[in-house]
């Protein structure tokens, strides 16, 4: 089965820092890839999904994340951190085979330092 | 617009009484989902609605849960009898025709089972 593992359950940056969250997927066919964002005692977000369009996607708030097969890898950045990105990441991955079932990562918390 | 709307946001009860969430979708979205979130397991997919009809149920736990969705704006996830391993934050969500993976999240329901 298709899963997601994100490295590094809690990451801590100063505002204005370069934020890089870590994700790498085990899929043998390009897999359609998403970032979601929770907020304190909130639901998720969509932050930006990738489907085989562009390598590279924007997402909202800033970030981006980057689609390397190579490397099996998914990494979220954001070139200077804010106060308010502080939350919940969650990378997650569409099972092989499926259009509705999403896997999701454990989660790593972002921690902005002011 | 309205997004997810979950009753309730807490709910506290005796282990052995009945749980009843419920779930507005935003309308004109098509696909429902019920997820749980707990520390120790992350997210999980208990059940997945297509055009109001149960298409995946794997992830429910046992025959204590259950779930309906007796029309397109309405949804119930119920627990008979809860356990206090049925703590957690219980999130509905929808998608719309066509966009895989791209998930409105309600604020969830957080369950304590006491």
């Known amino acids: 089965a298709q899963s997601v593992t994100q490295l590094g359950s809690h990451v801590s940056v100063s505002e204005g820092a370069l934020v890089l969250l870590r994700c790498n997927y085990s899929?043998?066919?390009?897999?359609?890839l998403f970032w979601y964002v929770q907020y304190p005692n909130q639901g998720l977000q969509l932050l930006l999904k990738y489907t085989s369009a562009a390598t590279l996607v924007k997402g909202i708030n800033g970030f981006e994340a980057e689609f390397k097969k190579s490397e099996t890898s998914f990494h979220l950045t954001k070139p200077s951190a804010h106060m308010s990105d502080a939350a919940e990441y969650f990378c997650a991955v569409i099972a092989s085979g499926s259009n509705y079932k999403l896997t999701f990562g454990k989660g790593t918390l972002l921690t902005v330092n002011p | 617009d309205a997004g997810v709307i979950q009753s309730p946001r807490h709910e506290v009860t005796e282990m052995g009484q009945e749980v009843t969430l419920r779930c507005k979708p935003i309308s004109g979205h098509n696909s429902l989902f019920w997820y749980r979130q707990t520390m120790m397991r992350g997210l999980e997919l208990l059940i997945y609605?297509?055009?109001?009809?149960?298409?995946?149920d794997s992830g429910m736990p046992e025959d204590r849960f259950s779930a309906k969705m007796p029309n397109a704006s309405f949804s119930t996830l119920k627990i008979q009898p809860s356990e206090p391993r049925d703590s957690a934050v219980y999130f509905c969500a929808s998608s719309a025709v066509g966009s895989a993976g791209e998930l409105f999240f309600g604020e969830g329901s957080r369950l304590t089972v006491l």
């Open positions: 609605f297509n055009n109001n009809v149960p298409i995946d």
């Open positions: 899929s043998s066919v390009p897999p359609y």
